[in-house]
């Protein structure tokens, strides 16, 4: 049973690790995944047949649609970032932004004492994506330094969208069943639309590769809604966001990403407090 409680934090901590492996362009990895998620969307569906009401539908498939623009955005700073690096900021960003919605909108934080376990966590956080981002040389060339500014506003605005993505059907207190069917396909209809844009980039040997990404994140999707009537929402979340370490350390390892001793230490810390701060933010909801 406790494999099923960390199959959030697997599937979406080795999801980008295998969208990268495939070599392909940002649209192909986009339409790959959420050909996938579609497909095992409508089986889910038809296993658990849930019922629909318009408003939440509208609400699940339009968060489908932010998703599909944060994602395109996280898979084009992998052209430009290491994965090991990519991830911490995009969860780390993510989790800071839903946390703050949570905290504002939706009043979760109702007591001072929520509020600094909250704002200690979001600290961690910060203080760990700085940590992961650490280069022993010092010596970056401008071309370098460039591609990472570049890297870092696409994964600001990435999570920006992802948020939106998280926090729309709570806020149209649409959940469970209802929400995965209508969210995969805002998802796929929103990858085709943003395929228009890119035909020239468009491969579909590229994007049948990426069809195991979405697999990935399917089952991460699906186990954390099967984990949630056992374990409780606020556990099933912080849990999935451990992702950040599977993404850490199989980049590393995987994608055999060269780090010095000094590097990977700090590294170390970092992915430390990531944790730290993820597990302070679950501990109050």
């Given at each position: ?18 969208a ?44 489908g649609?932010f ?18 690096e990519?991830?911490?900021?995009s969860?780390?960003t993510q989790l800071i ?35 992961t ?9 401008q ?72 697999i ?13 009537p ?32 000094k590097?990977l ?21």
């Open positions: 049973m406790a494999i099923l409680y960390l199959l959030p934090a697997l599937g979406w901590g080795v999801m980008p690790i295998i990268k492996l495939t070599n392909a362009r940002p649209i192909n990895q986009l339409l790959g995944t959420t050909t996938m998620a579609l497909v095992m969307g409508i089986l889910f569906t038809l296993f658990v047949q849930p019922s629909y009401g318009w408003l939440h539908f509208a609400a699940a498939f339009f968060s649609c998703w599909s623009i944060g994602q395109y955005l996280q898979f084009s700073s992998f052209q430009l970032l290491p994965v090991s990519a991830m911490p900021i969860n780390g932004g839903t946390t703050f919605i949570a905290a504002v909108f939706f009043k979760e934080w109702s007591n001072m004492k929520m509020v600094g376990v909250g704002m200690s966590g979001i600290l961690l956080i910060i203080l760990g994506i700085i940590l981002s650490y280069l022993e040389k010092k010596g970056e060339n071309q370098h330094t460039a591609k990472k500014g570049k890297a870092i506003v696409c994964l600001l605005l990435s999570s920006f969208a992802l948020t939106i993505y998280v926090t729309l059907p709570q806020a149209f207190q649409a959940s469970g069943a209802e929400v995965l069917f209508p969210q995969s396909l805002g998802m796929w209809f929103s990858s085709i639309v943003l395929s228009f844009s890119k035909r020239e980039e468009t491969n579909y040997q590229q994007v049948r590769k990426n069809f195991g990404t979405g990935a994140w399917s089952a991460a999707n699906i186990s954390l809604f099967l984990t949630i056992i374990i409780g929402v606020a556990k099933s979340f912080t849990f999935s966001q451990l992702a950040v370490l599977v993404s850490i350390y199989a980049g590393l390892i995987i994608l055999k990403v060269r780090k010095t001793r590097e230490q700090i590294i170390s810390l970092g992915a430390a407090l990531i944790a730290a701060g993820i597990l302070l933010i679950g501990s109050i909801k």
